[in-house]
């Protein structure tokens, strides 16, 4: 029996790839930057399965030139990197791994809150240059995390358990979202329901994001609601770069106009080395490390290969984003 070949665009863990191995003839890209798209291009031609990271662009053009193709298996909660319309009209079903890293993100989210409003990487870098001169009234003084407001933008699952972590701060939780939830849930998360974005933006002490890129949230943070914080504001994103307006984020972080923000997220990834935002201090760039926990990373790549085998099988993954491409 002929086993289905397939290309995973990176090693993502020894179990997840002997786990493929059982039942495929599979190839596995070598390097830590990601295949070429023309490399990409060429290895779909004969596969009938791609697991992908976000980094991988599977247009159209790519679909159409992979006649054998049944499965994409996105290592990745988001899926954006995927033309899922185009995926469904040739039948190719599209997996992704939500869930498995809920919690290791809000964890990420949180710590970015904290270590901006107290100012914890600029402390560090003070200590290391020898400016520690001694304990001083006004030296680093940053801001209350415990009794403030949190602002969260998407309560879907990673909103939800930014939630969770602002109680134990005793902290008032305001979300906006285009889905309300009912009085029982609100009262159970301890959250309270924010109509008008505006709203959100001018009361919150904490601004934290967790929507999908879609078109409507493309630069849904820009001049206007930065205009709209407070000049005390932290605002964090680990959703997606370029739900941020990054040079709207420059000039009012530059001018002070709000107090800092931790991104684990920026427009272009990687981030340039020149980018003006490395220059200032009120702010912290991670590099796209919220799921980086040594068992939420393993756990995403088992439930990829999962998606992936299931599949090649012609069945639904067990997390399947267009279910409706395998029917008639």
């Given at each position: ?198 709203e959100l933006l ?47 984020l420059y000039d ?53 290969a999962e998606n ?21």
């Open positions: 029996m002929i086993k289905p070949k397939v290309f995973v665009t990176r090693f993502i863990g020894q179990e997840a790839i002997d786990k493929i191995s059982q039942d495929t003839t599979i190839e596995v890209w070598p390097e830590e930057l990601p295949p070429p798209y023309e490399v990409l291009l060429e290895k779909s031609k004969d596969s009938e399965g791609l697991l992908t990271l976000l980094s991988d662009k599977i247009d159209a053009n790519l679909i159409n030139s992979a006649p054998k193709l049944k499965v994409v298996s996105n290592y990745a909660v988001g899926y954006d990197n995927i033309d899922i319309t185009e995926a469904t009209k040739h039948h190719i079903v599209i997996g992704n791994t939500p869930g498995v890293l809920t919690g290791t993100t809000a964890d990420l989210a949180f710590a970015l809150l904290m270590a901006a409003a107290r100012r914890v990487v600029e402390a560090d870098k003070y200590t290391r240059k020898g400016q520690w001169k001694t304990w001083g009234p006004q030296v680093l003084l940053g801001q209350d995390i415990h009794n403030a407001t949190l602002g969260i933008i998407g309560l879907g699952r990673i909103g939800a358990e930014m939630a969770k972590r602002a109680r134990g701060f005793n902290m008032r939780v305001l979300y906006h979202d285009k889905i309300k939830l009912n009085e029982v849930e609100e009262k159970q998360l301890g959250v309270e329901y924010v109509s008008e974005l505006k001018s009361n919150a002490d904490f601004i934290s994001v967790h929507v999908p890129l879609v078109e409507q949230t493309y630069h849904l943070i820009g001049v206007n609601e930065f205009a709209m914080m407070k000049p005390t504001a932290v605002l964090i994103n680990t959703s997606r770069g370029t739900v941020v307006d990054q040079k709207a009012t972080l530059k001018a002070k106009r709000i107090f800092a923000a931790g991104l684990d997220v920026t427009e272009i990834e990687p981030i340039s080395p020149d980018d003006p935002l490395l220059t200032l201090d009120n702010v912290i760039i991670t590099p796209h490390i919220a799921s980086g926990s040594f068992t939420t990373r393993k756990n995403m790549a088992i439930m990829a992936l085998l299931t599949g090649l099988n012609g069945d639904i993954p067990p997390n399947c984003v267009n279910p409706d491409a395998l029917r008639k």
